[in-house]
């Protein structure tokens, strides 16, 4: 018998396939590609810790999808920005409050796929064709998802999603 993790995971496969729109991948950075702490200093906000992997798993996904980055962390932006501008892509201040609607909109005339980790993020992802968040993620936004990956936020959440969704095994890779 198959385990329900790869049951919900082959179902999930099976609803992008199916897709009749282009696919795109909403990421919320903080808690996905950060482990979802901020350091402060008596300056304030002065680091966010992100994963190795990202953008190697970006350039996968980006082969076949749009992919966008966006934050809702006002005070720490530049620094969200710095390492999305290092991957080559842009980030967009999108409030807690303005996700359902930002994601509604693109969703009208786009398959996609809302990348989140946080219970302030289940509005947005109602209106995501499939959620997706990681093992590190709130627990109500867990299992809220359409799928819960194995990698925590900030230790390569994308890299595991274009393994998932991107099929590299297909693609030569020189070691």
Known sequence: MFAPRYLKLKLLLRKIEARTKPLLIIVDVDGVLTDGNFLYSANGKELKRFGAYDSDGL??????????????DKRGFEISNRRITDMGATLQLVSAGARARYVENLAASNFVIFVADSFTDIDGMRFADLSIVPSSGHRIARNFASYVLETEGGAGVLAELAFIIGKPHTMKVNV
């Open 59 to 72: 350039r996968i996904l980006e082969k076949f999808c749009e992919v966008t980055f966006i934050s809702a």
